[in-house]
């Protein structure tokens, strides 16, 4: 399973990560192209990404920072999360959210007074599965 994080800081990034990674412990990947400027390297890093087909391992991609990035990482069935709050400067004319397929998220394990549509990071590591179970079904 491939998901997607959108997060506003580095440090929530790594709470939400943090978080799978404890839950899909020695079967998790971070994906982290932000160091590497080439387009074309980084979509070659995405499509070598194991075991898209399987829950039990994550791979966990953080900020695409292009329009077709995001769309190959949704053409391979990945769950795109953005983190609830302001929007971070990655928001372009290239990366939007899809209100009808996207999730919206808090990266802490309990909050109160969230909107129906924002989920702690345990409710969005299950949502993620139910989404990805969805998508392998409509594939077959």
């Given at each position: 399973m491939i998901i997607v994080l959108y997060a506003n800081t580095g440090e929530s990034l790594k709470k939400a990560f943090s978080y799978i990674e404890h839950q899909h412990a020695g079967l998790s990947a971070h994906v982290n192209l932000s160091r590497i400027g080439d387009i074309e390297l980084r979509i070659a890093q995405l499509n070598q990404i194991p075991d898209r087909k399987t829950e039990r391992r994550v791979t966990v991609v953080s900020n695409p920072q292009t329009?077709?990035?995001?769309?190959?990482l949704r053409d391979m069935g990945a769950v795109v999360c953005?983190?609830?709050g302001a929007l971070s400067p990655l928001y372009t004319t290239e990366i939007?959210?899809?209100p009808l397929h996207?999730?919206?998220?808090?990266p802490h394990l309990t909050f109160s007074g969230l909107p129906g549509h924002v989920f702690t990071v345990d409710e969005l590591l299950s949502e993620c599965k139910v989404k990805h179970r969805k998508f392998r079904q409509r594939a077959k």
């Open positions: 329009g077709r990035e995001l769309a190959l953005h983190q609830y939007k959210i899809s996207d999730l919206h998220y808090v």
